[in-house]
C-alpha cells in the first residue's frame, strides 16, 4: 500500500503505484496517477489530469497540474503527462495543456527543475533537460533533449530550444535557439555552440569541428539564410549533428532563428 501521511489528502478516483509515498499536509487530485517509487515531499499539490513517471521525487510547495494561467481556458479536459526519474524542486510550477495547444502539456524523462521553475501550458520538454532556479517557459515552448536553461531566463511563448542548447541565466530569449548553440543576453543572441555540453555528451572531435565549421556558415555575411542552409546541408550531409541544425531550421517555426551579436562570430 502507498505510505499516505495522516495529514495529506488523496480525493477518491486518484491511482498510485503501490510504493508512492505522500508526505504531510499535500494534495492529490481525483484524476492524478503517480507511478512506482513516486515520493511526494510536504505540501505537494497535484491536480488536474496529470500523470507522474516513476521514481519523480517532488518537493515542498510545488504545484502541479492545476489550471493554466492562460485566459483562454476554459476548462476543457486537457492534461499534464510527466515522464520518469524527474526532480521537481520546491516551489515548481507545471500546467496543463489547452484546446489552442493540443490539449497537452509534456515533460520527458530524467530532468531537473529546481526551484521556482515554471513550465506554462502547452510546452513540450525534452529528456535530460535541466531548468535552473527560476527559468521560466511561456506557453507553447519547445525544449529539446540536454538542453540547459540558466537561473532567472525567459523564454517567449512559442519559443523553440534546440538539443544540446545552452541558455545563460537572466537571459530573455525571443528567438529559436539552434541544437548546439549557447545563447545569452538580456535580448538573447548567440554566443557560439555549446563546447563544454557537447564534448561532456561524448560528441567526437570530428563532430565538434564540423559543428564549428558548420556554424560559422550559417552565419556568415554571405547569401541569404536559405541560401546558407542549403549550402551547410550539401557539405555536411552525412553528419547527424549538422543536419540536427539544418532540420531544426528548415522546421515550420512562428520564430525566427537567434542570431549572433556579431554576424561573423566564430564558434
Do not use: W
Not at 27 to 38: F, K, P, S, T
Not at 158 to 176: K, L, Q
Not at 193 to 218: Q, T, V
Amino acid at each position: 500500500m502507498a505510505a499516505i501521511h495522516p495529514t495529506a489528502v488523496v480525493e477518491p478516483g486518484a491511482k498510485l503505484a503501490d510504493d508512492v509515498v505522500v508526505g504531510p499536509y499535500s494534495i492529490v487530485g481525483g484524476e492524478v496517477e503517480l507511478g512506482a517509487g513516486v515520493r511526494l515531499e510536504s505540501h505537494v499539490v497535484m491536480g488536474g489530469r496529470t500523470r507522474l513517471g516513476a521514481n519523480c521525487h517532488v518537493y515542498p510547495f510545488a504545484s502541479i497540474g492545476l489550471p493554466p494561467q492562460d485566459l483562454k481556458y476554459r476548462g476543457e479536459p486537457s492534461e499534464l503527462i510527466i515522464g520518469s526519474n524527474n526532480t521537481i524542486r520546491e516551489y515548481v510550477t507545471m500546467n496543463p495543456g489547452t484546446e489552442g495547444g493540443g490539449m497537452v502539456t509534456r515533460v520527458g524523462d530524467d530532468g531537473l527543475f529546481m526551484v521556482g521553475v515554471h513550465i506554462a501550458h502547452d510546452c513540450t520538454i525534452g529528456n535530460n533537460v535541466i531548468m535552473a532556479n527560476n527559468a521560466t517557459l511561456g506557453g507553447h515552448v519547445v525544449i529539446g533533449d540536454h538542453a540547459v536553461l540558466g537561473g532567472l531566463c525567459a523564454v517567449h511563448q512559442f519559443v523553440r530550444i534546440g538539443p544540446h542548447a545552452m541558455v545563460g541565466g537572466m537571459s530573455g530569449v525571443e528567438h529559436d535557439v539552434i541544437p548546439y548553440a549557447s545563447a545569452m543576453g538580456e535580448r538573447a543572441c548567440l554566443s557560439g555552440l555549446n563546447i563544454i555540453g557537447i564534448k561532456r555528451h561524448g560528441f567526437s572531435r570530428e563532430d565538434i569541428h564540423a559543428l564549428r565549421r558548420a556554424y560559422r556558415l550559417f552565419f556568415s555575411q554571405d547569401g541569404t539564410m536559405a541560401e546558407r542552409l542549403e549550402d551547410v546541408a550539401r557539405r555536411f550531409p552525412d553528419n547527424r549533428a549538422v543536419m540536427d541544425i539544418v532540420e531544426f531550421i528548415r522546421a515550420d517555426s512562428s520564430r525566427a532563428v537567434c542570431q549572433p551579436k556579431n554576424a561573423r562570430a566564430a564558434a
